[in-house]
């Protein structure tokens, strides 16, 4: 008995010494591993990217901010004196990259850890001794007015507070499911839930969901840990340059074959957060209508099940339950950019760009005439040469053109953008020849032109924008006000994304006189770099400012904080000199007289007066940041926003139409062009943005 104890005792240290020596070997590699990247990174952000500059200690202070949001963005873990601790490494970051010495983020994320740890006991104590959903109590909303507690007793509140505004959700949400199934299926006996198991319920969803953000975080490993510094340093060079891990870079070639199974949305990373950056034309959240890009997704369900926090998560694994098979529901709890947080319900499905292209038909104007109305919801092009946006734009133009419209309103509300080189084409069908955009790459400027002298329509032209048009839209509408060729109209100004970003595999980066073997340590992933910035042919970027409309009109989001100039670390706007070009012969638009109207139909107009009613609303409980998260306030609250979004008729403000595909043609199952037309006359009555734009087109000279 005693060989056998003393043969188990042996047994037992050989494999734990043996697992220690696995882990350290594993550290070691880590390490070595991370140092490679920390001096491949460092090389090709200063070499390539379009500021051509060293990392310094304005990068690391960025860097430092931007980990703390990334890790904490409610403050909910670490304490003040955390961050003093870790103010010593504010202006060394730059340096750790140079060197390899990297010590910071596995400091800071042990620091994390153990933080994690002692919310995890304060959690469940809390939930152990129960919650007061009736009492009268506030707390901050905005994280950017929430100071870190200095000692575990603030903490503990804070948490407590959270998870009884996160009880008093579930009980509002469990309870208005329970009476919509008993008001759906009448007739049918179905037990209407006690406020006691309604808060059980509640209870239960929270702990479940504040377990699995807690295991979520215990498990982050060292190569976790570099990897989120890498991605941190870089974007603090700029919001849309990144690095992506191996699996990230997978995930982003997926999508760039536009295959995914999912929501049709792409998102990314922004202080903690997983934010809706733009919706995918053809995919299922562009046809559900309800997710916006600058939404904030919060929280993931899968069907019926319970919400997963997704706070603080990583990107792929935030993607990874959005994403699901073709047919399957996920819900998103989000807050959107006016600060309401709504539960948007998506069916999965294949995302295929070529699902949605240009659309469009012909408006009668009172008395005799037609308008021409055209949707170009992205600027697709199949490089494969299958299909491309500037060839179904030229046909369905020669179709209006053929009808001898009077105006043309071209609808790039929420285009996000696409190829660049559609976006100079498109351009040369409304002008004669000349150049379209400027594109810079550090030192050097080229100039790309239209050189064909064919006009497709030479009549008075509207471009329709908003707060969600960006890049080659962008470019597209510049270069339209820029030579006096269309008249500007929506939002005070457009997205303002004016740069261009390449991707390098970084296993062809290595550098040759490493003169060791590094081929153990791939794959390394990819870096996505901002290389090149895009201006107008004025001279002015299309950086940050965007394009500014010639006609304002409000919109819901008119006072949010949407665009490139809100985004962390945003490159900022500036002036080269201009291209050399002829502006347009005749401008037929009075913008003086116009504005002058425009005043006055925004006064009186049902639908604007709705628009600046929910829009003054929203800014005032953007700045109404003390919320009250008793179950009676917030019902109530509820019951507010629900009339608001009544009254608004609870529809997205852009249009999406579905006529006739000028690139494609009938086919079976399409509708009718008099189906079509008599379904545009129904949405034009609702749309207030196409009513003052046909009123415009009526008064060109």
């Given at each position: 008995?005693?060989?056998?104890?003393?043969?188990?005792?042996?047994?037992?240290?050989?494999?734990?010494?043996?697992?220690?020596?696995?882990?350290?070997?594993?550290?070691?590699?880590?390490?070595?591993?991370?140092?490679?990247?920390?001096?491949?990174?460092?090389?090709?952000?200063?070499?390539?990217?379009?500021?051509?500059?060293?990392?310094?200690?304005?990068?690391?202070?960025?860097?430092?901010?931007?980990?703390?949001?990334?890790?904490?963005?409610?403050?909910?873990?670490?304490?003040?004196?955390?961050?003093?601790?870790?103010?010593?490494?504010?202006?060394?970051?730059?340096?750790?990259?140079?060197?390899?010495?990297?010590?910071?983020?596995?400091?800071?994320?042990?620091?994390?850890?153990?933080?994690?740890?002692?919310?995890?006991?304060?959690?469940?104590?809390?939930?152990?001794?129960?919650?007061?959903?009736?009492?009268?109590?506030?707390?901050?909303?905005?994280?950017?007015?929430?100071?870190?507690?200095?000692?575990?007793?603030?903490?503990?509140?804070?948490?407590?507070?959270?998870?009884?505004?996160?009880?008093?959700?579930?009980?509002?949400?469990?309870?208005?499911?329970?009476?919509?199934?008993?008001?759906?299926?009448?007739?049918?006996?179905?037990?209407?839930?006690?406020?006691?198991?309604?808060?059980?319920?509640?209870?239960?969803?929270?702990?479940?969901?504040?377990?699995?953000?807690?295991?979520?975080?215990?498990?982050?490993?060292?190569?976790?840990?570099?990897?989120?510094?890498?991605?941190?340093?870089?974007?603090?060079?700029?919001?849309?340059?990144?690095?992506?891990?191996?699996?990230?870079?997978?995930?982003?070639?997926?999508?760039?074959?536009?295959?995914?199974?999912?929501?049709?949305?792409?998102?990314?990373?922004?202080?903690?957060?997983?934010?809706?950056?733009?919706?995918?034309?053809?995919?299922?959240?562009?046809?559900?209508?309800?997710?916006?890009?600058?939404?904030?997704?919060?929280?993931?369900?899968?069907?019926?099940?319970?919400?997963?926090?997704?706070?603080?998560?990583?990107?792929?694994?935030?993607?990874?339950?959005?994403?699901?098979?073709?047919?399957?529901?996920?819900?998103?709890?989000?807050?959107?950019?006016?600060?309401?947080?709504?539960?948007?319900?998506?069916?999965?499905?294949?995302?295929?760009?070529?699902?949605?292209?240009?659309?469009?038909?012909?408006?009668?104007?009172?008395?005799?005439?037609?308008?021409?109305?055209?949707?170009?919801?992205?600027?697709?092009?199949?490089?494969?040469?299958?299909?491309?946006?500037?060839?179904?734009?030229?046909?369905?133009?020669?179709?209006?053109?053929?009808?001898?419209?009077?105006?043309?309103?071209i609808d790039l509300r929420n285009d996000g953008g696409g190829a660049l080189v559609d976006a100079v084409k498109i351009a040369g069908l409304?002008?004669?020849?000349?150049?379209?955009?400027?594109?810079?790459?550090?030192?050097?400027?080229?100039?790309?032109?239209?050189?064909?002298?064919?006009?497709?329509?030479?009549?008075?032209?509207?471009?329709?924008?908003?707060?969600?048009?960006?890049?080659?839209?962008?470019?597209?509408?510049?270069?339209?006000?820029?030579?006096?060729?269309?008249?500007?109209?929506?939002?005070?100004?457009?997205?303002?994304?004016?740069?261009?970003?390449?991707?390098?595999?970084?296993?062809?980066?290595?550098?040759?006189?490493?003169?060791?073997?590094?081929?153990?340590?791939?794959?390394?992933?990819?870096?996505?770099?901002?290389?090149?910035?895009?201006?107008?042919?004025?001279?002015?970027?299309?950086?940050?400012?965007?394009?500014?409309?010639?006609?304002?009109?409000?919109?819901?989001?008119?006072?949010?904080?949407?665009?490139?100039?809100?985004?962390?670390?945003?490159?900022?706007?500036?002036?080269?000199?201009?291209?050399?070009?002829?502006?347009?012969?005749?401008?037929?638009?009075?913008?003086?007289?116009?504005?002058?109207?425009?005043?006055?139909?925004?006064?009186?107009?049902?639908?604007?007066?709705?628009?600046?009613?929910?829009?003054?609303?929203?800014?005032?409980?953007?700045?109404?940041?003390?919320?009250?998260?008793?179950?009676?306030?917030?019902?109530?609250?509820?019951?507010?926003?629900?009339?608001?979004?009544?009254?608004?008729?609870?529809?997205?403000?852009?249009?999406?139409?579905?006529?006739?595909?000028?690139?494609?043609?009938?086919?079976?199952?399409?509708?009718?062009?008099?189906?079509?037309?008599?379904?545009?006359?129904?949405?034009?009555?609702?749309?207030?943005?196409?009513?003052?734009?046909?009123?415009?087109?009526?008064?060109?000279?």
């Amino acid at each position: 008995m005693m060989k056998r104890i003393a043969f188990l005792l042996f047994f037992s240290f050989f494999i734990t010494a043996s697992c220690l020596q696995a882990a350290e070997h594993s550290r070691a590699y880590e390490l070595k591993r991370a140092q490679l990247l920390s001096y491949i990174l460092n090389h090709e952000i200063t070499t390539y990217h379009y500021y051509h500059r060293p990392l310094d200690n304005k990068i690391s202070t960025q860097a430092f901010k931007l980990y703390l949001k990334q890790v904490d963005p409610r403050k909910q873990f670490f304490l003040q004196k955390d961050i003093d601790s870790l103010k010593g490494f504010k202006l060394k970051l730059d340096d750790e990259m140079r060197s390899g010495n990297l010590q910071f983020p596995i400091a800071a994320d042990e620091i994390l850890r153990e933080r994690v740890k002692q919310v995890q006991a304060i959690t469940t104590a809390i939930f152990k001794q129960g919650i007061d959903l009736n009492k009268v109590e506030s707390m901050q909303s905005d994280a950017k007015k929430i100071r870190y507690c200095k000692t575990i007793e603030e903490l503990r509140d804070r948490w407590r507070k959270d998870i009884k505004y996160q009880t008093v959700s579930q009980y509002l949400d469990i309870q208005e499911i329970n009476k919509a199934a008993s008001e759906t299926n009448k007739g049918t006996k179905i037990k209407i839930k006690k406020p006691a198991e309604l808060k059980k319920e509640a209870l239960e969803k929270v702990r479940k969901s504040d377990d699995y953000l807690f295991s979520r975080m215990l498990k982050m490993d060292n190569e976790d840990s570099y990897n989120r510094f890498f991605s941190i340093i870089v974007r603090a060079v700029d919001p849309h340059s990144d690095y992506l891990p191996p699996n990230r870079k997978e995930d982003f070639d997926i999508h760039m074959r536009g295959s995914l199974e999912g929501i049709g949305a792409v998102l990314q990373e922004d202080s903690g957060y997983v934010k809706v950056v733009r919706i995918i034309p053809g995919g299922a959240a562009y046809r559900q209508k309800q997710l916006t890009a600058d939404d904030i997704i919060l929280m993931v369900a899968q069907g019926q099940k319970e919400p997963v926090n997704i706070a603080g998560m990583r990107l792929r694994d935030a993607v990874s339950l959005i994403r699901g098979k073709k047919g399957t529901t996920v819900r998103l709890t989000v807050k959107k950019p006016d600060g309401t947080i709504r539960v948007i319900s998506i069916v999965r499905d294949i995302v295929q760009l070529k699902d949605t292209f240009v659309k469009a038909v012909t408006i009668k104007l009172p008395g005799d005439g037609l308008i021409g109305y055209m949707k170009i919801p992205s600027f697709y092009r199949d490089f494969r040469g299958k299909r491309n946006v500037t060839d179904d734009t030229r046909k369905a133009l020669k179709k209006l053109t053929a009808q001898h419209i009077k105006g043309l309103i071209i609808d790039l509300r929420n285009d996000g953008g696409g190829a660049l080189v559609d976006a100079v084409k498109i351009a040369g069908l409304f002008i004669r020849t000349g150049p379209v955009v400027q594109i810079r790459a550090q030192d050097k400027t080229d100039i790309l032109n239209d050189t064909d002298p064919s006009i497709t329509y030479s009549g008075p032209l509207l471009i329709l924008i908003n707060r969600f048009s960006a890049s080659a839209s962008e470019i597209f509408a510049g270069a339209m006000q820029d030579y006096g060729r269309a008249i500007i109209v929506g939002s005070k100004h457009s997205y303002g994304k004016g740069t261009v970003q390449t991707m390098l595999n970084l296993d062809n980066q290595l550098p040759s006189f490493f003169g060791i073997n590094v081929s153990r340590y791939q794959p390394l992933g990819a870096l996505k770099l901002t290389t090149q910035k895009f201006y107008r042919i004025n001279g002015g970027s299309t950086q940050d400012r965007g394009v500014a409309s010639d006609i304002v009109i409000p919109t819901r989001f008119m006072y949010s904080k949407i665009g490139e100039k809100y985004s962390e670390n945003a490159m900022p706007w500036d002036k080269i000199a201009p291209a050399s070009y002829k502006k347009w012969p005749s401008y037929p638009f009075n913008i003086k007289k116009l504005r002058e109207l425009n005043v006055h139909l925004i006064k009186t107009n049902k639908k604007f007066i709705e628009i600046v009613k929910e829009a003054d609303e929203a800014r005032a409980r953007q700045q109404h940041t003390i919320i009250d998260i008793d179950l009676a306030s917030q019902r109530h609250e509820r019951q507010k926003l629900a009339a608001i979004r009544k009254a608004a008729g609870d529809k997205p403000y852009s249009p999406y139409l579905h006529g006739e595909d000028y690139g494609q043609g009938k086919k079976a199952g399409r509708i009718t062009p008099a189906q079509e037309k008599k379904k545009f006359i129904k949405r034009l009555n609702t749309d207030p943005a196409i009513q003052e734009s046909l009123d415009i087109l009526r008064r060109a000279e």
